[in-house]
């Protein structure tokens, strides 16, 4: 089985910190995702890394940044946390062909307080 | 803009009814579209694939079908289970990497 985890189930942090959310798969797939979801929004595109080092952004990248230094491992950074990125924030990855499955972590419930 | 609007946005059914969820699209071109099932405070998981050739699809209680015509979708739960207590979310991919998602039913089955 596809395997997509996120190294926090719930985070806590202050408005101004940095905040790292990291997210490993096991598959050796190319293409990994950031999303956050939010009620009545549905999932938004943050960073989208079709390989390493490589990124582009999605819909909604203001105030984040990411890494790929690793095939597996994909990061998300907040540089400077604030109200408005308490969210919950879900990492996806998949294949590099063009409309095959993402597979999800299990996502991250960051507060910013 | 490639939109996806799903309805109604939550439904409430008792335990062994049936029902359905609706997804209708403007992605194009179109690739193929999947219905995700999200529990609560987890990723979501995919339950059925359709591509444009696809009108219907099954797995287990759950039955997808696709109108590519229309450009809509329905997700049908036969005999629901206190487990099918969760949100189902539409995504329809286009022919780049992007997937766009709807923002989902929430579903909740009552005993």
């Known amino acids: 089985d596809v395997k997509v985890t996120q190294s926090s189930r719930y985070l806590v942090k202050r408005t101004g910190e940095k905040v790292f959310l990291e997210c490993v798969q096991d598959m050796d797939h190319e293409n990994m995702f950031w999303y956050r979801q939010d009620p009545g929004l549905g999932l938004r595109l943050i960073y989208f890394?079709?390989?390493?080092?490589?990124?582009e952004k999605g819909d909604i990248p203001e105030g984040y940044s990411v890494s790929r230094e690793k095939k597996e491992r994909f990061s998300l950074i907040l540089e400077s946390a604030s109200t408005n990125q308490t969210s919950m924030y879900l990492c996806?990855?998949?294949?590099?062909?063009?409309?095959?499955?993402?597979?999800f972590g299990q996502g991250t419930r960051l507060t910013v307080v | 803009k490639n939109q996806v609007e799903q309805s109604p946005q939550s439904l409430i059914i008792l335990e062994g009814k049936n029902c359905t969820l609706q997804?209708?699209?403007?992605?194009?071109?179109?690739?193929?579209l999947r219905w995700y099932k999200q529990d609560t405070g987890r990723g979501p998981v995919s339950l059925t694939i359709m591509t444009f050739s696809e009108n219907t699809k099954s797995n287990g209680r759950y039955t997808a079908t696709l109108d590519a015509d229309t450009k809509q979708s329905s997700l049908h739960i036969t005999a629901s289970q206190l487990s099918d207590s969760a949100s189902y979310i539409c995504v329809v991919s286009g022919d780049d990497y992007k997937l766009s998602f709807g923002a989902g039913t929430t579903v909740t089955v009552r005993a």
């Open positions: 890394s079709y390989d390493v080092k490589m990124k």
């Open positions: 997804c209708n699209y403007t992605v194009s071109p179109f690739s193929n």
């Open positions: 996806a990855s998949s294949l590099s062909d063009r409309g095959t499955e993402a597979f």
